[in-house]
């Protein structure tokens, strides 16, 4: 549970993060905003409370990384290190351009902060767990490794090749997120190939797993202290999520994996999610 | 350089050469996919127990794995056979390893016509095309157990991914360590003046060397050069005995497209053209046999390869 004060700051960094990917996506005229808002609570409480990490020494060989494997959802975390110092907040609005450093899918060789790249869906989760792996044998005992899997990128076999060797090697400072928003390009996925009982799925492949609210920051805080206590597995944390969650205009829409942001719809979804936030619905 | 007759089979100079670089730096592991005791890196597990890791029989994950470990300073040799080495974990090695600049080394066991009696699911012409797409992989084919011990060293060097082309079993020594065997440096077996054979790995080179005898015996002085190393080519000796020779042929146990042969006809159109043949795989997938079987079936002989000659210059 986290004290009053740390979750007011979460809270306020969780809509700063939201603005700043709307107009970051809104730079280029279009991207992937669902896949990005869904995981913005998950980002900021990472980044802002439990990582250890140096913004200004972003190679620091000790610290935790964190794989995005879902990695068209580049802008949130773009969102989230800028505001850490990683880079300045106006790269944000050279997203896709050329020669920038802010492609839509990550690229841990372009941008400070990317851990490593992705893009093509199933192969971060096997990067995080070689990364898990390199800490435990590199006697970095206190660095963690964290990494975002998509429910639609669930469907890729490889996907379930890192499962079950992670589950083998009992890799303990793994601790993945499922971003389970039930929507992936082509619709939902529950009309495309379900997910149904990921939770259970990945206890049965050796993990500790949780199933939470992914937009609830004391959920996500004390499902990963608890994640921590258990060792000899790796973690498995489903977040429920809402697709395109704060960028109002896409929520509840089937075609919002990615979607044209002009101008004028920057601005009044940006004042709407305000005015949300503000009545705290 | 060490005692090389230790070694009873090109798998054991291989795995032997990843234990010596383990033992000096320790940054370097294993990764395999349930075929150690194929590759015989059982050895690397005995001697490094923590830094040998099966990833069972799921090429893509072992790819990727290695990937995210060269990305946190270790320096990965991943093993399969080289079928499953080069297509079972493509994008893997494409996207993960090659696109990141991932220093991981790839080794893949029996290409070709080697794969014998596990047929034509097991047998890949097309791996040196698919690792030459990747931009900056190193590629080595060594046609003897001194160069695959001398060149795996030299591909930790390099620090840049490679994929190492090797067979498993028999042995042979082609080079002593006086030899000076470079990577990325063609070494010329025998000189010639009408004709140079350019081949990669130990069947081609053999067979290359027998035809240069059957040729000599008829007064056709063949060239043979023994190119260990596919890339980086070297262009210098290529295009300096294309010069010398006018015709060349190039040896490869692979398919033609995408093939060194290719790679080959390619550098000398734009720099040096000569009349060119190919000992190689056409349209065609593997099959199962002997080795002697298979020779004969893909026409990779001395006799058919002097023949190839011949016409090459009336």
Not at chain 1, 26 to 51: A, C, D, K, P, R
Not at chain 1, 140 to 148: D, K, L, V
Not at chain 2, 107 to 127: C, K, L, R, W
Request: with cysteine.
């Amino acid at each position: 549970m986290l004290d009053a004060s740390t979750l007011a700051m979460l809270k306020k960094e969780a809509l700063d993060a939201r603005i700043k990917t709307i107009e970051c996506i809104s730079s280029f005229g279009s991207g992937h905003i669902g896949g990005s808002m869904s995981i913005i609570e998950t980002l900021v409480y990472l980044y802002y409370v439990e990582m250890k990490i140096r913004s200004d020494e972003p190679d620091w060989k000790e610290r935790d990384r964190l794989v995005l494997s879902k990695g068209h959802s580049g802008p949130a975390l773009y969102a989230v290190l800028a505001k850490k110092g990683y880079f300045p907040v106006s790269e944000l609005m050279t997203l896709n351009q050329g020669g920038t450093k802010l492609p839509s899918h990550v690229d841990m060789l372009k941008t400070p902060g990317i851990d490593f790249t992705a893009g093509s869906l199933g192969q971060g989760f096997s990067a995080a767990l070689g990364i898990a792996a390199a800490q435990r044998l590199q006697g970095y005992s206190g660095s963690y490794t964290y990494a975002i899997v998509g429910d639609g990128e669930s469907q890729e076999g490889q996907i379930w090749e890192a499962a079950e060797c992670a589950g083998a090697w009992g890799v303990d400072n793994l601790i993945a997120f499922t971003d389970v928003n039930g929507q992936q390009l082509d619709g939902y996925t529950e009309d495309i190939i379900p997910m149904h009982h990921l939770k259970e799925r990945y206890e049965t492949f050796g993990f500790d797993a949780y199933a939470i609210n992914g937009h609830d920051f004391n959920a996500i805080a004390d499902a990963v202290a608890s994640a921590k206590k258990v060792k000899g597995k790796p973690h498995m944390i489903i977040l429920n999520t809402i697709k395109s969650y704060g960028y109002i205009p896409g929520e509840g829409v089937k075609s919002n994996h990615s979607m044209s942001i002009n101008e004028e719809t920057k601005k009044s979804s940006i004042e709407a999610l305000i005015k949300r936030e503000e009545a705290g619905e | 350089m060490k005692d090389l007759s230790v070694y009873a089979n090109y798998r054991d100079v291989v795995v032997g050469a990843a234990i010596d670089l383990a033992k000096e730096h320790p940054d370097v592991v294993f990764l395999d996919a349930d075929l150690s005791s194929c590759i015989g890196s059982t050895a690397f597990q005995k001697e490094f127990p923590d830094r040998f890791f099966n990833c069972g029989i799921a090429e893509a994950n072992m790819a990727g794995v290695a990937a995210g470990m060269a990305s946190a300073g270790l320096t990965p040799f991943i093993h399969s056979f080289a079928c499953f080495a080069s297509r079972r974990d493509y994008d893997q090695l494409f996207i993960s390893v090659g696109y990141t600049h991932q220093v991981v080394h790839v080794i893949g066991s029996d290409p070709g016509i080697v794969a014998q009696y596990n047929g034509g699911t097991h047998m890949p012409f097309e791996d040196i095309a698919l690792f030459r797409q990747i931009p900056g992989f190193n590629i080595i084919e060594p046609s003897d157990a001194t160069s695959l011990y001398s060149l795996t060293q030299q591909l930790y060097d390099a620090k840049k991914a490679s994929y190492i082309r090797t067979p498993r079993k028999g042995i042979s020594f082609r080079y002593t360590a006086d030899d000076t065997i470079e990577l990325g440096k063609a070494k010329v077996l025998r000189d010639g003046s009408d004709v140079t054979i350019v081949a990669t790995g130990v069947i081609m080179v053999d067979t290359a060397l027998a035809a240069a005898d059957a040729l000599a015996a008829e007064g056709i002085k063949a060239a043979v050069i023994d190119l260990h190393t596919i890339r980086p080519l070297d262009t210098q000796t290529i295009e300096s005995y294309a010069q010398h020779t006018g015709h060349v042929v190039v040896c490869e146990n692979g398919r033609y497209p995408g093939g060194t042969g290719e790679m080959i006809a390619r550098h000398l159109a734009m720099t040096y053209p000569v009349k060119m043949d190919f000992m190689c795989v056409g349209d065609e997938f593997g099959q199962v046999g002997s080795l002697a079987y298979l020779k004969s079936a893909y026409g990779f002989t001395p006799e058919i390869l002097a023949d190839k000659v011949r016409k090459l210059l009336h």
